[in-house]
Nanobody, 124 residues
Framework: QVQLIESGGGFVRPGGSLRLSCTAS????????MAWFRQTPGNEREYVAA?????????EYADSVKARFTISRDNDKNTVYLAMNTLRPSDTAIYYC????????????????WGQGTQVTVSS
């Protein structure tokens, strides 16, 4: 049974930081691209960042988060992380982790497995 369980969301003031984690089970984690997407009410899921299957692999970021967010993974722990710094109110969303065997990193339809999401709220 495939599971992706996100944690680390919460409330933070603008300029603050959070670190999201996503722990996977039930599939060969080390062979999947892992990504983070986010979604706000009434909008489609938005690509945030992705990391290649191997630990320390290539990464890619949406322009809106570049230089503020860092995606990483630890294949020994079957976990992917998203370190978020200099948070803005516009970063408020439900954040989802996702796993893809192949396809375009920024395309949500190319992802095979999804977590349930964790809420991030940035507000003064």
């Amino acid at each position: 049974q495939v599971q992706l369980i996100e944690s680390g969301g919460g409330f933070v003031r603008p300029g603050g930081s959070l670190r999201l984690s996503c722990t996977a089970s039930g599939f060969a984690f080390g062979t999947y691209t892992m990504a983070w997407f986010r979604q706000t009410p009434g909008n489609e899921r938005e690509y945030v960042a992705a990391v290649a299957p191997w630990t320390g692999g290539a990464t890619e970021y949406a322009d809106s988060v570049k230089a503020r967010f860092t995606i990483s993974r630890d294949n020994d722990k079957n976990t992917v992380y998203l370190a978020m710094n200099t948070l803005r109110p516009s970063d408020t969303a439900i954040y989802y982790c996702a796993a893809s065997k192949a396809g375009t990193w920024s395309q949500s339809s190319d992802y095979d497995y999804w977590g349930q999401g964790t809420q991030v709220t940035v507000s003064s």
